[in-house]
């Protein structure tokens, strides 16, 4: 079972489209952030491969190229944004490829908005013409069910990203698929997965111990009022005490190589195509 980050920029990706500032004229690759978006990648209980994704940016295209992936069994979605919503056209092709649907996971305001926006997907019978779409399967979630994803279990975690309710994901192995998996050192799960957040509500704390991986937003050093400054991320990561975290979804306003820097120990900015195994 491996994690793979597809994208840990913000929603403007880095470079930033006319900004020829020091990060996103950088050639450090790791300077170079597609937006945010992650998968899980493992061998299920009954030896076949799966993968999960997180959100889907409108990078996936470009993000499933780089990184071959060639199926979609699963997606989870943090929230509604475009940024991580509109790559949702791209599945068609996992589609093809592992000919069968992919089951979508949201919560109700995002499971709509993708109903609205893909309305040629979900009212496929309305469409003119009998065009390519994706072929899905939705679910509405909330963060009190936990889901089972052949063997992967997920559990919602209700996040702020400013007055928007977002999710984040707790994810760990099952009983069933621990057994089954070849460990090769020490796995990254649990590991939770807390993308766009500027505040953690009090009910929400206790889905965040006991983790190995923390995947945190971190968008910058200057205040945002929806999302957390690299100071407040490193906070909230020194509360949490997971063994390792990864700040996500960063602007150009962060160098890589210079912030890493100074991060505490066991602390570091991710970047586009690290895996944890």
Partial sequence: MRFLFLGT??????????CECAVCTSDDPKDNRLRTSAAVQFIDATGHPRTILIDTGP???QQALRHRLVRCDAILYTHNHVDHTFGLDEVRRFNVVQDGPTEVYAEAHTMQHLRTVYRHIFERNKNVNDTFVADLIPHTIDPEKT??????????IRLLHGRLPVLGFRLEPTAELSSAMERRGESPFPLAYCTDVSGVPPESWKKLKGLRTLVLDALRHRKHPTHFTLEEAVNVAGEVGATSTYFVHMAHDLKHADVNESLPEGMTLAWDGLVLE
């Fill in 147 to 156: 889901i089972d994803l052949f063997g992967l279990r997920a559990t919602p």
């Fill in 9 to 18: 920029g913000t929603s403007a990706g880095v470079p930033a489209i006319g």
């Fill in 59 to 61: 990078d996936l295209r």
